[in-house]
């Protein structure tokens, strides 16, 4: 009786430890076929934001005012491949160039988002000094000396900024600051004036030169419908999908306009954007 005891023991062990096994399997299988369905859906989503992108280069070229999108930042949604797609255009001509900038627009921009004025104010200074051809420091600002005694690896650039990611080489320039910022500077406009109907309202609101009223007269103006399909010569496009089934994927891309009919854009930069925290 014993001996058939223990036999049952053994067997009653085996089978706990069969289920175990099989247990850890299923789970195993059920945690690869999550994997495999996010890995698919995120694909999917992916695939729908680069479509969001040539849909908005092909926005871009409507010569019809009343159909062509606008490159102010609004959001164009549609819905395609059991998804959404946001669409924002954001004119480059809007935003302020990092070459061509006044110290006291590019002390408004970073007071704008956030930077304290006294703050402000050495960050332009070391933005204009990084990028002139002369090593002379502004009174505020920082050449290659200045880098030398913070244990920089690198001095002032003394070039203009060829990306707008540079600002990150710059004295006193945090990733949280370059973050802020970054949204409103350029590197791909013409240098000239910024174009206040497609400026995001954080550039107007740093202009020191608008008035309050000349603010509000440009937001109506922008409310009202174009009487011409507007001409683009650089963007950024930002095109986010999302899947029924949970993917999601963000596409950013600069385009410039090209004179070829057969391909009218060419692509500056295009990555992998994350949403904002």
Known sequence: MGGRGFVLLLVLWGLILLGLIAASFLRETQVNTV???????NAKAEALADA??????????DPDPATAWRADGRVYRMALGGGEIRIQI???????????????TLISLLEAVGVAPEMA???AESILDYADQDSDRRPAGAEDSDYVSAGHTQGAKDAPFERKEELLHVMGITREIYQAVAPYV?????GGDIDLLTAPETVLEALPNLTTRQREEIKAA????????????AATIRAEAVINGG???IREAVVSRTR????PFTVLEWRHAWPAE
């Open 121 to 123: 104010h050495s960050l």
């Open 222 to 233: 922008r409310a009202r419908p174009p009487k011409t399909a507007p001409h683009i010569d």
């Open 52 to 61: 969001g992108i040539q849909r908005a280069m092909l926005a871009l070229l």
């Open 186 to 190: 350029t590197v791909y406009s013409d």
């Open 247 to 249: 993917g999601r994927f």
């Open 90 to 104: 954001q004119d480059e001509a809007g935003k302020v160039h990092l070459g061509d900038a006044p110290e006291g």
């Open 35 to 41: 994997l495999a369905r996010n890995i698919a859906e």
């Open 260 to 263: 070829s009919p057969d391909n």
